[in-house]
């Protein structure tokens, strides 16, 4: 069936940066609206970019200028490069297809003080 894998997390100082990204399996990315999401101990998930088949994205007002999402269709990926992180950065980070709807299985990010 069709799957999502993330990659790329991990800890990484404040001011730092580090790129996400999601392979898909058994479906184009770029026939695809997709986003990224995450969500952060104890808080609700929480909307973060999204990236249309024609190339126009959308940012949440927490992650805009900081972070960007791009597609490579060639890889099949879509990516999230991720600078000037923050402590308040760290969760768990989502990739996600809203329709039909899947989800990865997510990968952490920790930001330090």
């Known amino acids: 069936q069709d799957q999502l894998v993330e990659s790329g997390g991990g800890l990484v100082q404040a001011g730092g940066s580090l790129r996400l990204s999601c392979a898909a399996s058994?479906?184009?990315?770029?026939?695809?609206?997709m986003a990224w999401y995450r969500q952060a101990p104890g808080k609700q998930r929480e909307w973060l970019a999204r990236i249309f088949s024609d190339g126009r994205t959308n940012y949440a007002d927490s992650v805009k200028g900081r972070f960007t999402i791009s597609r490579d269709n060639a890889k099949n990926t879509v990516d999230l490069q991720m600078n000037s992180l923050k402590p308040e950065d760290t969760a768990v980070y989502y990739c996600?297809?809203?329709?039909?709807?899947?989800w990865g299985q997510g990968t952490q990010v920790t930001v330090s003080s």
């Open positions: 996600n297809r809203p329709y039909p709807v899947l």
């Open positions: 058994r479906f184009r990315l770029s026939l695809n609206t």
